[in-house]
């Protein structure tokens, strides 16, 4: 312990990322909060908390994701249970609608209803939105989506021939992610495809949230060259408990022909 002035130095204090229920995690979140989900179908996405803004209640929501979920039932929390609740303003993904032309989306019914607004955004620009939010670019150009419905009245510019339409990036308030491994900083490792969307949505957050499967390990039991994303980026850590109490994806189940 070092000293200045004569009097003894108190060790720097830490406050844990780490808390115990899923609900502590969310208890600031408040009506017209956006917030991003990570996860690409069922991959990496963060069910647990999903359920529990489900029974936080948060309304007036703008929610950032690849994909609303589906309609099936039973199925694990998504973002088209918040729309049914009522807890969604706007919603700004690369998929409003089923990949399969026999699924309705809840969310496709509130849109037509006017009581949900929709914002279409090509997957890869969702991406690039998000990561310019996180590296501090407020907007950029791109060729995707010219000539379509997405650019009509927006801005566009001509580089070397070629036409371009603008982009903003896309802050958040909190992302909700999803990874296998964590240590009490917050770094986080992933499974394989776990990673999609996740690390780019903590980067664009004030508040990146992190349900997590494996015990929250001690700082450094990670490996620097296995850390996917760094814990500067992460705030609050939640580990999953087993099942019942917490929710683990299990396989699809075959669709009737």
């Not at 929390?77 to 089923?98: H, W, Y």
């Not at 999953?240 to 009737?256: C, H």
Request: net charge neutral.
């Amino acid at each position: 312990m070092g000293t200045v002035g004569g009097n003894a130095m108190e060790p720097l204090s830490r406050t844990s990322k780490e808390l115990e229920k899923f609900a502590d995690a969310l208890r600031d979140i408040a009506d017209g909060s956006s917030i991003a989900f990570g996860g690409f179908a069922a991959v990496g996405v963060p069910f647990n908390l999903i359920g529990a803004l489900l029974r936080q209640g948060a309304r007036g929501l703008t929610i950032v994701t690849n994909g609303l979920g589906s309609g099936q039932v039973p199925r694990p929390p998504d973002s088209n249970m918040l729309v049914e609740n009522g807890q969604v303003r706007k919603a700004i993904c690369a998929f409003t609608a089923a990949t399969r032309a026999s699924d309705v989306l809840p969310f496709t019914k509130f849109y037509e209803a006017g009581e949900v607004e929709g914002e279409l955004v090509p997957q890869g620009t969702l991406a690039e939105r998000l990561r310019a939010a996180g590296a501090g670019i407020p907007a950029f150009y791109t060729p995707a989506a010219v000539g379509t419905e997405l650019a009509e009245g927006r801005e566009t510019r001509v580089f070397n021939g070629r036409e371009y339409l603008l982009e903003h990036a896309l802050p958040v308030d909190y992302a909700f992610l999803r990874a296998w491994r964590a240590d009490a900083f917050g770094n986080l490792q992933f499974r394989r495809s776990q990673r999609n969307f996740n690390p780019l949505m903590a980067m664009a957050a004030r508040t990146a949230i992190v349900e997590v499967e494996e015990p929250i390990l001690p700082v450094g039991e990670i490996d620097p060259d296995h850390v996917h994303l760094s814990g500067i980026f992460v705030h609050r850590l939640v580990h999953i408990p087993p099942p019942p109490e917490g929710i683990w994806p299990t396989r699809r189940p075959e669709r009737r022909r």
